[in-house]
């Protein structure tokens, strides 16, 4: 059974960075796509960013690219969120996402385990 906990969130300034961990408890961590999404008050869950198993290949939500970079370091079962020039509208709850799969996607149902998120407040 895979288990997802994420950690990292916090309250920073705009301007600032925040870097997001995700450890996966699952004993194949190397064939999960990763990936990272968001949710603010009221609003849908939308993605974020996501990484193949090596590494290899990433994606990134067109607001966050330049600013975010996603990562992984399988000998440590573990996804990264580096987050710099945080912005307000960045503000929302960040769940991370494994997928049982060697491709990269965007969509919410292409994912098969989440985490309980970690929430992120960027002030202005």
């Known amino acids: 059974q895979v288990q997802l906990v994420e950690s990292g969130g916090g309250l920073v300034q705009s301007g600032g960075s925040l870097r997001l961990s995700c450890v996966n408890s699952g004993r194949t961590f190397r064939r999960y796509t990763m990936g990272w999404f968001r949710q603010a008050l009221g609003k849908e869950r939308e993605f974020v960013a996501a990484i193949t198993w090596s590494g290899g290949s990433t994606s990134y939500e067109d607001s966050v690219k330049g600013r975010f970079t996603i990562s992984r370091d399988n000998a440590k079962n573990t996804v990264y969120l580096q987050m710099n020039s945080l912005k307000p509208e960045d503000t929302a709850v960040y769940y991370c996402?494994?997928?049982?799969?060697?491709?990269?996607?965007?969509?919410?149902?292409?994912?098969?385990?989440w985490g309980q998120g970690t929430q992120v407040t960027v002030s202005s």
């Open positions: 996402a494994a997928a049982w799969s060697s491709a990269l996607a965007s969509t919410r149902n292409f994912y098969d385990y």
